[in-house]
């Protein structure tokens, strides 16, 4: 890496490490910062020109060209940097995600100003600086809010603090850039990519008592089944096999036999997955998650140092991928 440019991450790095972690950001004139843009710069140079031309030519009309124009300069300046001044950021705490996948980040931009607040972008600042952020831009009404939404492609499964994020505005003229800085204090967990193509569910172990008849297909469905009855939950009805009946122009429905799946349990083990390294290990683990809560089966998670024990629903998958991330 550059020198100057590996100083420039060094100072960047210590500086955001100075400011505090907070979800809800009132911009002041303590955390609000101004600079000229290029087209400042160069309008800078201009006014210069012309002043040092009407002074070496006395012309009364540049020197009004001259004032005029940095006056406009200046009013510019001053609307640039109350257009964010004021301002309060909000942050929806982000849902995980799964690693290789974008996690949206849900913003509320709040103003008790009496006027519309023009032109302010947001973004998550790159690590190679301000200039490689990519903004999504919005206005705020008078003493409204507006939503925006940022994404940020996290780096790998686990527990993450939010990235630094960016305010910014260059209204009125673009002659000034106006920003700030903000780290909110959430963090994102990051689930296990899944496998794109896992095996099939391994086969379920027998419990205390009984003899483990039951077990679980190539398809990944239990082969113990009885006719549907009158009465009997949708997610417990074999919809494949009847699918499968209604394309031979039968009507028949079967059912998963309760009494069949209460002689086992479906365990999903770190140390039986068949895979080599871990992190493909707790991809499959993923998959298989996914798997038996989408075809609502009882499963346990067995991982080094921790057991779920076998269960079903949004809260159980959830222990269990949040299990995964952390492994």
């Not at 032109?119 to 690590?127: C, F």
């Not at 999504?136 to 940022?150: E, Y």
């Not at 673009?174 to 099939?200: C, K, M, Q």
């Not at 871990?278 to 998650?289: C, D, N, P």
Request: proline residues 8%; charged residues 15%; glycine residues 8%.
């Amino acid at each position: 890496m550059h020198p100057v440019r590996a100083l420039r991450n060094r100072f960047q790095r210590w500086f955001h490490s100075r400011m505090p972690r907070t979800d809800t950001l009132t911009l002041t004139q303590r955390n609000v910062y101004i600079l000229p843009t290029r087209p400042g710069w160069m309008l800078a140079f201009t006014l210069l020109l012309l002043l040092v031309g009407s002074i070496n030519y006395q012309l009364n009309l540049g020197y009004l060209l001259t004032f005029l124009l940095a006056g406009s300069a200046v009013v510019g300046m001053h609307v640039c940097h109350g257009n964010l001044r004021g301002l309060t950021l909000h942050l929806v705490a982000p849902a995980p995600v799964h690693a290789g996948q974008a996690a949206v980040l849900d913003l509320r931009l709040a103003s008790e100003r009496t006027s519309t607040r023009h032109g302010i972008g947001m973004g998550v600042i790159a690590d190679h600086g301000l200039g490689d952020t990519h903004l999504a831009w919005t206005d705020v009404p008078a003493q409204g809010s507006a939503p925006l939404q940022v994404a940020w492609a996290p780096p790998r499964r686990g527990l993450h603090a939010l990235p630094a994020l960016t305010a910014l505005t260059l209204f009125p003229l673009g002659t000034f850039r106006v920003w700030t800085v903000w780290r909110p204090a959430a963090s994102l967990l990051v689930y296990p990519a899944p496998e794109a193509h896992p095996p099939p569910l391994p086969p379920g172990e027998p419990q205390a008592g009984h003899a483990g008849s039951a077990r679980v297909q190539s398809t990944g469905e239990f082969d113990g089944v009885r006719a549907y009855r009158r009465g009997d939950p949708q997610k417990t009805v074999v919809w494949k096999k009847a699918a499968q009946a209604f394309a031979a122009g039968r009507d028949d429905l079967v059912s998963r036999d309760a009494l069949s799946t209460q002689r086992q349990q479906l365990w999903l083990d770190f140390a039986q997955t068949g895979a080599s390294d871990a992190e493909t290990r707790l991809s499959r683990l993923t998959a298989w998650v996914l798997m038996a809560e989408r075809l609502g089966l009882d499963y346990g998670l067995r991982l080094p140092g921790r057991e779920i024990p076998p269960d079903q629903g949004a809260s159980h998958k959830a222990r269990c991928l949040e299990a995964l991330a952390l492994a």
